[in-house]
């Protein structure tokens, strides 16, 4: 969480111009497990592509809409 804080970009998440903000924690918590996810998975993953990536309002969750996942040529 204090590494999203970090960003240029932070205010919008925190509810810039008006907007609710938005589930910081959930982006925080997806964030870290696609870490475990990717970390465990290294010998196997090339990469890993999320596109879109939504983060709800607050208490709302966050969600990978789509997602790609190259393995690695053995």
């Known amino acids: 969480?204090?590494?999203l804080q970090s960003?240029?970009?932070?205010?919008?998440l925190a509810g810039a111009r008006g907007q609710a903000p938005a589930d910081i924690d959930a982006l925080a918590e997806a964030i870290a497990q696609l870490s475990v996810f990717a970390d465990a998975?290294?010998?196997?993953?090339?990469?890993?592509?999320?596109?879109?990536?939504?983060?709800l309002p607050e208490g709302q969750g966050a969600v990978a809409?789509?997602?790609?996942?190259?393995p690695r040529n053995a």
């Open 65 to 70: 809409v789509d997602a790609l996942i190259i």
């Open 1 to 3: 969480k204090k590494m």
């Open 41 to 55: 998975n290294q010998d196997t993953i090339e990469s890993i592509d999320i596109n879109p990536f939504l983060v």
């Open 7 to 12: 960003l240029k970009g932070y205010p919008l």
